[in-house]
């Protein structure tokens, strides 16, 4: 195993920041694990375990070592007439995931097409899209526990999902290291066309739903006509969460603004965060060589040439705008380095 020094993280992170690592690595093997979690530049330093590096914003350098997730392969565990159990390693691209079981007629990620980043931050947060998260397809979570080297295999139960959220951004938050995740997928037609937009989508383009690929590459033409390419410019996709709020408070807030969009989600209701940014007049605005996206306010971009501190300040001065028209508190969906 290789380690080296002083690595540059601009093309590991898709907003496309210069910053640089004291040490880094790649696993591409599992082997390879307990020999990383012994060796002096690993248990001597903070540590961050990277993907796609599309949920990360480096504010500065990295002092510590940097380990970035290779580990591949998609297996199928089990088959059975109504469903089948996958398996799928943690450096793999979500999105190749998702093509892997729309081409085998699976269902049950296909809401979840083009989403940025790898298998392994996958459960980290619950990815989710489209009306559908990962959790309602995830079997179980394969991680090792840094301090020791044990493999554990976590249940979903276990996982304590909520809206963007996991055990391991909480309670466990960089105590494990995610190898792999079993997914329940079914082979028997079950969609979800119940986000708006999705539906909306299908009935202009006269789309009928017979397979998952049907909606996956519904879903693929909408987030390519709403989402800069990190290529183009750099981004990582949506930068806040939604603000979930409760009844008594949205019916303050329709008083003054009774155009404000809102739904129902798990008995709360959910505000989306990029009207409330386009509220403020945010949507298209350019400071420097930071700015938000023209077609979606959820996205930050980088213009070219922006530090880490330039998105940060950019971020604060998003979020103070709207807690001084709202009074609602935007919580950043990527991780500040």
């Not at 601009?10 to 093997?29: M, P, Q, V, W, Y």
């Not at 999705?198 to 006509?225: F, G, H, M, P, W």
């Not at 979606?296 to 940060?312: C, D, I, S």
Request: some cysteine; proline content about 3%; glycine content about 8%.
């Amino acid at each position: 195993m290789e380690i080296l020094k002083n690595y540059g993280l601009a093309k590991l992170n898709t907003f496309g920041i210069s910053a640089r690592a004291k040490f880094f690595t790649e696993i591409h093997d599992e082997n390879n694990l307990k020999e990383l979690f012994i060796l002096p530049e690993f248990k001597n330093n903070d540590k961050l375990f990277l993907g796609g590096g599309s949920n990360v914003l480096f504010t500065k350098d990295f002092n510590g070592i940097i380990v970035l997730n290779k580990l591949k392969g998609i297996k199928i565990l089990e088959e059975t007439p109504k469903y089948t159990l996958l398996r799928a390693m943690g450096g793999e691209i979500w999105h190749d995931l998702v093509s892997f079981a729309v081409s085998r007629e699976y269902w049950g990620i296909e809401n979840l097409s083009l989403i940025p980043g790898t298998v392994g931050a996958a459960p980290m947060q619950n990815i989710g899209a489209y009306g559908v998260e990962l959790k309602e397809t995830l079997e179980n979570v394969e991680a090792y526990e840094i301090e020791t080297g044990v493999k554990r295999i976590f249940k979903k139960e276990e996982c304590d999902f909520g809206y963007r959220d996991s055990i391991f951004k909480n309670k466990l938050k960089g105590r494990y290291f995610i190898s792999a995740i079993t997914l329940k997928l079914n082979k028997t037609e079950k969609k979800n066309i119940s986000y708006k937009v999705l539906r909306e989508y299908l009935e202009k383009n006269k789309i009928e739903v017979r397979t998952s690929k049907d909606i996956s590459d519904a879903i693929v033409q909408i987030r390519r006509s709403k989402l800069p390419d990190p290529a183009v410019i750099g981004n990582a996709g949506s930068f806040f969460k939604n603000v979930f709020l409760k009844s008594e408070k949205l019916k303050q807030l329709l008083e003054k603004y009774p155009k404000m969009p809102y739904f129902e989600e798990d008995g709360l209701i959910k505000i989306p965060a990029g009207w409330l940014i386009e509220q403020c007049g945010w949507k298209g605005k350019r400071v420097g060589n930071v700015g938000v996206h023209d077609k979606q306010a959820l996205v930050l971009v980088n213009h070219g040439g922006a530090t880490g501190e330039e998105m940060r300040n950019l971020a604060e001065q998003i979020i103070n705008a709207v807690f001084t028209k709202f009074s609602l508190t935007l919580v950043p969906e990527v991780n500040l380095i």
